[in-house]
């Protein structure tokens, strides 16, 4: 990732754990563990941004974070409502439960313990520290598998505007 979006990512990580540490001290809520946690995962993403020292062991926390949220997350899902009817992604049930566990805790569960990133997945390459190429040499070659080249080569091929 960039100087520059580690910068603004830290800034503004920082800023909100500083918010709930405040907003929890000043008025309590009903769940003050809550608000702390979270001004605790804040804090961890901005020590990420950083440290160099203490990156790895901060991206490890966020990792184990993000995992456990999930598992949570499913195991609520599985212990309150099992036989709820599935009404798509903007109602909370088991089966999007699943789906953030793959798309975020598998990774979470990577990053801690790992202490990095992996290289597979989209975006991959920004979050290892190198910079996306979109000219066309290094997208066709770079971001796209071997085998859907040919898919690709031909929308470059395409007039413009139209929708192959």
Not at 36 to 45: E, G, R, S, T
Not at 106 to 112: I, M
Request: proline content about 5%; glycine content about 10%.
């Amino acid at each position: 990732m960039s100087r520059g979006a580690r910068w603004v990512i830290g800034i503004f990580s920082a800023l909100f754990a500083l918010m709930m540490f405040y907003s929890e001290g000043t008025a309590p809520s009903n769940a003050p563990i809550v608000g702390y946690l979270v001004a605790m995962f804040c804090a961890a993403i901005a020590i990420a941004c950083f440290s160099q020292v203490l990156r790895t062991p901060a991206l490890r926390v966020i990792g184990a974070t993000v995992f456990v949220a999930t598992v949570a997350y499913l195991a609520d899902e599985l212990l309150t409502e099992p036989g709820k009817k599935y009404s798509g992604t903007s109602e909370p049930h088991w089966l999007n439960a699943i789906f953030a566990l793959i798309t975020f805790g598998l990774p979470g569960l990577f990053v801690t313990l790992h202490g990095v990133y992996p290289r597979w997945g989209k975006g991959s390459k920004v979050f290892r520290g190198k910079a996306i190429n979109l000219d066309e040499e290094s997208f066709s070659s770079d971001l796209i598998p071997e085998q859907d080249r040919s898919v690709t080569s031909g929308l470059a091929e395409s007039e413009p505007g139209s929708l192959v």
